[in-house]
């Protein structure tokens, strides 16, 4: 059976000459297997080219009054929506040197008149086959490229969503609200972009870094799941006994974190930091914290930016037993602790930037209705004996 060629939509080629004889010359040799369109000067030759639908190719004169070829093919190079139509010289131009111009230019072929049909026409259809290739595998890799994509952040998306159910699932079972996740998520970012121009820290606060530490640090109190009931939802002071166990939730955190790593069989890069928070943020400046008594720079960076965030937010936020701490004086609580419990650079950049520290508290305040479900979870879990 004959391929109907009614079917086969026909390439289009744009001839460019500014002698009528040579355009009708042109447009009879290739109307029986192109569409043909023709301009007589440079000006309206570029117009051509970018209108829709361009050209497939285009064979351009030199020697043209205005605008030479050379210009007009500079121009086509130039321009985004032009610059893959292949452009084939047809000049009567015969020196060496005017044929390497051309070609520098970005033209794929230089034919000299008078022209041969037949090489016109086989040149013609190898360059068309050569751009029909190279858009194949230019449509590929944009769609490759779109897919993966695509694909990355359904993989983030996954990750951000496991990641706060996970923490959910920790803040379900402590007396803190869910909102302590995003608020102290925030500020470990708001003092991070802060602490950039700080030569102590801005060759690692890169704007990666920052991106993994607002991923991972949902994660900082994970260990709290492995902590009895008896203990996280007591309102009072912990006896010394109680204390320590209360301690382990670095430990535990930390080793949950490690048991996921394992299973996945592979380290994860965001993963790593929130082990360095989850296991690292109590620790102090001075060395008085926990779990490692570790001070100064020994502590993880991330660490370091959690114990601000998660001490301020501790200190301003209401609790089913208590009444959160006015702005003001937790504030003054963390500038006392500069140089003990915290980095002394953090301190003042957390001085500089407090108050966007209370627009993001502001913004995810705890409801009366989120304090009224955590009061009656934990006169049920209290009152069972838990």
């Given amino acids: 059976m004959e391929l109907d060629l009614d079917f086969v939509e026909k390439k289009t080629i744009l001839v460019v000459d500014d002698t009528p004889d040579n355009l009708s010359l042109m447009s009879g040799l290739l109307k029986d297997e192109y569409k043909v369109k023709v301009a007589n000067n440079g000006e309206k030759a570029l117009k051509i080219a970018a209108s829709e639908p361009r050209p497939d190719l285009i064979l351009l004169d030199i020697m043209m009054p205005g605008m030479d070829g050379y210009e007009v093919c500079q121009h086509l190079k130039r321009n985004p929506a032009t610059v893959d139509i292949p452009v084939i010289f047809l000049t009567a131009k015969v020196e060496v040197e005017d044929e390497k111009k051309g070609l520098e230019l970005g033209a794929v072929d230089y034919l000299t008149k008078p022209v041969s049909p037949p090489i016109v026409m086989a040149r013609v ?171 100064g720079d020994q502590i993880p960076l991330s660490a370091r930016l959690m114990a601000v965030a998660d001490v301020y937010d501790a200190l301003i936020s209401r609790r089913v037993y208590k009444d959160g701490m006015p702005h003001e004086k937790a504030v003054s609580i963390i500038i006392e602790g500069k140089g003990t419990h915290f980095d002394p650079d953090m301190v003042d950049a957390f001085v500089e930037v407090q108050e966007q520290f209370r627009e993001v508290a502001k913004r995810y305040a705890d409801s009366d209705t989120d304090m009224a479900k955590k009061k009656e979870q934990l006169d049920r879990l209290t009152g069972s004996g838990a």
């Fill in 125 to 295: 259809k190898n360059h068309l086959a050569l751009k029909a290739h190279a858009d194949f595998l230019r449509d590929k890799s944009e769609y490759l490229e779109i897919e993966v994509a695509k694909r990355t952040r359904e993989v983030m998306a996954i990750q951000d969503v496991t990641i706060l159910a996970m923490a959910s699932l920790a803040e379900t079972r402590d007396s803190d609200t869910g909102n302590h996740i995003r608020r102290t998520q925030f500020y470990v970012k708001i003092l991070a972009e802060k602490l950039k121009t700080n030569q102590r820290f801005g060759a690692q606060l890169t704007e990666h870094y920052i991106n993994m530490l607002f991923k991972s640090a949902p994660l900082h109190d994970i260990g709290k799941v492995g902590i009895p009931d008896r203990i996280l939802l007591k309102p009072g002071r912990f006896t010394p006994d109680e204390f320590e166990i209360m301690k382990s939730h670095t430990a535990l955190g930390r080793d949950a974190i490690m048991h996921a790593e394992d299973q996945l069989g592979m380290s994860v890069e965001f993963l790593s930091m929130a082990k360095e928070i989850a296991y690292g943020h109590q620790e102090k400046w001075d060395s008085s914290g926990y779990p490692e008594g570790i001070g």
